[in-house]
């Protein structure tokens, strides 16, 4: 079995998909650990305000690429995290064929990079792999209800494919290979409008439009806020022997997707409506994870409730829409207000 021990010099860690939601959170926590960061991103769906003031930072390497194209880097690597992929549904169907590709071209490239440099290698997979699950919770050993001729069959068969590639490169000894399998996760930094339940939900509130709900809203998912979710990755990256199989990691509690809108309208005043709209082709109806696994072998659990997450997140989106429409109409800017100075954020 591969094993790597750490030696107490400066670790470099390679993110790919850095500068997107997650993996900006990612670097900033390996930063803070007093690691050496190099994010590798094309930019697709990230973006470069999200690592912008890590860009001076003497640890803090950053190179525009996309992952199907990667091949080396010229300084040891001592682990890799793979986060590169599209991750809303509508921008991973914006280009299908691209997201299967940087699922198994990218993932096999990536674990390539790592088998050369013997660094540990974290693949960020999904809950996805579980499609429209049969099984609820679901556990680990569920082995999923995906159509593989659908929309979402680039994503989720890319991620399956990603999955298989990582366990073949572990039980062939060439490289060791993680695989996490992240539950709806949400915070800081999201993209406004990247088509997501809680980004949507918070944007459409403080922008004073109608709540759109797909389907009849009963469907459920459980949201894990962003720093538990880092919280989780680094653990299991770190944790010695390598587990040898996937770990969920997401919050177990279960809301309605009418209950998500209901709380959102709560805590953002102004009274916004809810229009329905159609259910997305094979959405999943019910998503929880089961998460004995990861309590039993990394002692993670989340800690951060939902409420106190949609405000933290909600705090972020107001900022964002202040800073731009001071940029759309600088002659009316203020100073720079506060994120709760000129929407009413309720607790
Ligand atoms: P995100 O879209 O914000 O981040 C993905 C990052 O990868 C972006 O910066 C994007 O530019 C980059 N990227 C995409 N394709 C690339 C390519 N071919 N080459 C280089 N860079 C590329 O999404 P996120 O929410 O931060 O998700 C990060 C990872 O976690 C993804 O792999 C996603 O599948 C996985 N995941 C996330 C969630 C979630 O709820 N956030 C749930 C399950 C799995
Ligand atoms: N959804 C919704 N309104 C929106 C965006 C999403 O009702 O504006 C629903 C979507 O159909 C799904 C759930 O919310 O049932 C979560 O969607 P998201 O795209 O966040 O993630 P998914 O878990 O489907 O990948």
Redesign the pocket.
């Known amino acids: 079995m591969l094993q790597k021990v750490h030696d107490g010099k400066t670790r470099t860690v390679l993110v ?8 900006s959170h990612l670097c900033d926590a390996l930063l803070l650990r007093g690691d050496r960061v190099i994010c ?7 973006s470069k305000i999200n690592v912008q003031p890590l860009e001076n930072h003497p640890r803090f390497r950053l190179i525009e ?4 194209h990667f091949s080396d880097i010229d300084e040891p690597v001592h682990q890799v995290y ?7 549904p509508p ?1 991973y169907q914006a280009d299908p064929v ?1 997201t299967m590709m ?1 699922c198994v071209a ?1 993932t096999g490239n990536l674990l390539a990079l790592a088998e050369s440099h013997n660094a540990s290698f974290l693949q ?5 792999v579980y499609g429209d699950p049969e099984e609820h919770p679901q556990r680990e050993d569920y082995r999923g209800n995906v159509s593989c001729t659908g929309p979402r069959a680039c ?1 989720d068969e890319g ?1 399956r494919a990603a999955e298989a590639l990582c366990f073949d490169m572990l039980r062939t000894g060439r490289t060791d290979a993680r695989v996490v399998r ?5 915070g800081p930094r ?2 406004p409008n ?1 088509g ?1 339940i809680i980004s949507n939900l918070l944007v459409q509130a403080l922008s004073g439009d109608p709540l759109t709900i797909y389907g009849n809203g009963e469907q459920t998912r459980s949201f894990c806020f962003v720093t538990d979710l880092v919280a989780g990755l680094m653990a299991l990256m770190d944790v010695e022997p390598n587990p040898g199989a996937p770990v969920n990691i997401g919050n177990p509690g279960e809301f309605t997707i009418n209950e998500l809108a209901a709380m959102i309208q709560t805590m953002v005043a102004g009274g916004s409506g809810i229009v329905y709209r159609p259910l997305p082709k094979d959405d999943p109806q019910r998503r929880r994870p089961d998460i004995a696994r990861a309590r039993e072998l990394l002692d993670w659990e989340p800690k951060v409730p939902l409420s106190q997450g949609l405000q933290q997140t909600a705090d972020y989106f107001a900022s964002v829409l202040i800073e731009s429409e001071q940029r759309a109409t600088p002659s009316r800017a203020r100073p720079h207000p506060g994120p709760t100075d000129a929407l009413q954020i309720g607790a």
């Open positions: 790919a998909g850095g500068a997107g939601f997650v993996g590798v991103d094309s930019f697709l769906t990230g690429q996309d992952v199907c793979n986060l590169a992929c599209a991750a809303s921008s691209h940087t990218g960020a997979s999904t809950s996805e994503y991620k992240i539950f709806n996760t949400y999201m993209q990247d997501r």
